[in-house]
């Protein structure tokens, strides 16, 4: 039987949309996104993208022994010179093709801004929101291929392997059909919201780990969370506003309840010692304070710079009634980003037959320990490419076609208790939260269970809702069991 589309894309962050735009004309493409477009962390991400692209300055090695650094020498070294020999080409691929804007000095040269870890000025960015400026570009570029469909509120529901090819479940405006396909890329980003705090999108519950798990592939390095020292303290709500990495990076000052530069007592990079560092000196602070109350102050670098570097978190900021042209930023540690993910080699080929990965949701082993700020979109685009080679070349030589009628489906009619997603974030809060509580571990574990075994057998209707709580039971089960089978070993900084 021959396949409804060639390749199924879940996932319409930088990702989903750049594999998708990497295929020849004549590929059928599907790309599901589960909520609307907009909603995903590709479109929050506020910093830059990180590339050697001023070959005077800079250089290939340098920007590897960074990301090395940040690491703790944990990462794929092959992986690794790959993503900073091949992703320059890609970023200017954005800039000629996809007609994307980076900030430029008068002279019109890109300017390069400095992150945390980073020994170079090379991180391109477009004012504070970059991410928009990218996802944006790639959306309205597949929007002008006819071989690109984009389908939203399409949540990717179940994945069955089925002869050359797959059944892919998908709840379209919560109604469940069956598509076939050919070849199948989770691009489907993070697992944010399995925490309290995220700076994550509403999307982020690691569905396409979750798929992959249930089909078998292997997972790699879950644990390997990145909790980013600077987020906007506010009082309320589940997503955390970001304070990028590029305030420090244009001298913002880390201050403790007192007022007091502290960062020097932990870490002799001060302010720009990596994100792990910078959010472990935090919490060891506050037991040496008592108190949970830092900020980030800017104020020295003036209100018209201030104003026309972060437009963004300038608005944000004094949306939440603070001013950072005068006052200091409230902030505080939440989760923001996930290294591990579902294992795939240097094609995103994941170990089960025709499924690739690329994005947050896979790992090609790049992070090592803990993600250099800026190269997550770098890998989105260089991976999510290289996934298009691999199937491109199958394509030519594979048959393709799944073998008969599409599973039964889903049966079940019970509406979902509420209750279980906050369940699953709490446990996640206090058991893994920057330092792991291993009490905390081991009764996470057991309660995750119940709940999974609940959501498992439970003969609850498929809606969105029972799809992310699955998944964030499945999320929080293999991470805790991951940070207890690795209790004592230096990647958990505990
Ligand atoms: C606040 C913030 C700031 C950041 N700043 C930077 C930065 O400056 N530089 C940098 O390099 N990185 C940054 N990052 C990280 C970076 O943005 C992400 O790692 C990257 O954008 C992930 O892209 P992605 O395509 O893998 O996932 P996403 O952009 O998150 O896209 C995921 C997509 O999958 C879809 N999806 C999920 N589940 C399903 C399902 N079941 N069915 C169908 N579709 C599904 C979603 O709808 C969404 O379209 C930041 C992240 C955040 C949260």
Redesign the pocket.
């Known amino acids: 039987m021959k396949n409804e589309y060639d390749v199924l894309i879940?996932?319409?962050?930088?990702?989903?949309l750049y594999a998708a735009l990497n295929f020849d004309p004549e590929v059928r493409v599907l790309v599901?996104?589960?909520?609307e477009?907009g909603?995903?962390?590709?479109?929050?991400?506020?910093?830059?993208?990180?590339a050697v692209v001023d070959k005077t300055n800079d250089d290939y090695r340098l920007h590897i022994a960074d990301t090395l650094i940040a690491g703790g020498y944990k990462n794929d070294l092959r992986s690794l010179e790959i993503l900073v020999n091949e992703g320059p080409e890609d970023v200017l691929r954005l800039i000629k093709e996809m007609g994307v804007e980076f900030d430029r000095d008068e002279t019109m040269n890109i300017s390069m801004t400095l992150e945390g870890g980073h020994s170079r000025r090379r991180i391109l960015h477009h004012k504070d929101s970059?991410?928009r400026e990218i996802?944006e570009k790639l959306l309205a570029a597949a929007r002008s291929k006819p071989n690109i469909k984009i389908l939203e509120y399409?949540?990717?529901?179940t994945l069955t392997r089925s002869g050359g090819g797959f059944w892919a479940g998908?709840l379209v405006n919560g109604e469940f059909q069956y598509i076939s396909c050919s070849y199948c890329i989770l691009?489907?980003?993070?697992i944010?919201r399995v925490y309290a705090y995220t700076?994550?999108?509403a999307?982020?519950?690691g569905?396409?780990i979750t798929?992959a798990y249930e089909l078998g592939a292997r997972i790699k390095n879950l644990r390997l969370i990145q909790f980013h020292p600077t987020a906007f303290a506010a009082a309320q709500g589940r997503e955390r506003f970001?304070i990028?990495?590029a305030v420090r990076g244009e001298g913002a000052l880390l201050l403790n309840c007192h007022g007091e530069r502290f960062m020097h007592r932990y870490d002799e990079r001060g302010e720009l010692a990596p994100r792990d560092v910078v959010s472990r000196s935090i919490m060891l602070e506050t037991a040496r304070t008592g108190s949970d109350k830092f900020y980030l102050d800017i104020t020295g670098r003036g209100e018209d710079f201030i104003r026309n570097r972060f437009p963004m978190i300038y608005k944000r900021c004094l949306e939440e009634g603070v001013d950072i042209t005068r006052k200091y930023i409230p902030v505080f540690p939440c989760q923001?980003?996930l290294m591990g993910g579902i294992d795939v080699n240097v094609y995103g080929d994941t170990t089960v037959d025709r499924l690739y990965a690329?994005?947050?949701?896979s790992h090609t082993g790049v992070h090592g320990r803990n993600r250099l700020?800026?190269?997550?979109?770098?890998e989105?685009l260089v991976f999510a490419r290289r996934c298009t080679y691999d199937i491109s070349r199958r394509m030519r030589h594979e048959e393709s076609g799944v073998d008969g009628p599409p599973p039964a489906p889903p049966a079940g009619s019970r509406q979902l208790p509420k209750g279980y997603r906050t369940a699953i974030r709490s446990i996640m809060q206090k058991a893994w939260f920057v330092i792991p509580d291993y009490e905390a571990v081991r009764e996470g574990i057991v309660q995750a269970k119940e709940i999974l075994e609940d959501l498992r057998n439970g003969d609850y209707a498929v809606t969105s809702d029972y799809?992310e709580a699955k998944s964030l039971a499945t999320i929080c089960t293999i991470i805790l069991n991951e940070v207890l089978e690795n209790q004592g070993k230096e990647d958990l900084l505990d």
């Open positions: 879940a996932g319409t962050g930088v990702a989903g599901l996104s589960k909520k477009v909603i995903c962390n590709s479109m929050l991400a506020q910093g830059g993208v990180a970059t991410g996802t399409a949540h990717l529901a998908v691009c489907t980003g993070g944010g700076t994550n999108s999307t982020a519950t569905d396409g798929l970001l990028s990495e923001h980003y690329a994005g947050e949701c700020a800026s190269n997550s979109l770098l989105a799809l």
